[in-house]
């Protein structure tokens, strides 16, 4: 018997409208470029991409923690 594929949706998708994402991921990519050189000071070995992923996934937890309240 086959097993239906269930549809799994994240709740952010929900909650948050495309928009809202496209501006939050903007944001986070001009905060990088802003903090780059002094990070790479700091950490010499750190790369764009890594340095950009450290800032989304800070903003991910900080806006988590806003729309669960």
Do not use: W
Not at 5 to 18: G, K, L, N, T
Not at 34 to 49: L, N, W
């Amino acid at each position: 018997m086959k097993r239906k594929m269930q549809c799994h949706v994240q709740p952010r998708e929900i909650a948050v409208p495309r928009d809202v994402k496209v501006q939050e991921e903007i944001q986070n990519y001009l905060e990088a470029l802003d903090s780059y050189p002094a990070r790479v000071a700091k950490e010499p070995g750190i790369t764009f991409q890594q340095h950009l992923s450290r800032i989304a996934t800070s903003q991910d937890l900080r806006t988590g923690a806003r729309t669960r309240r």
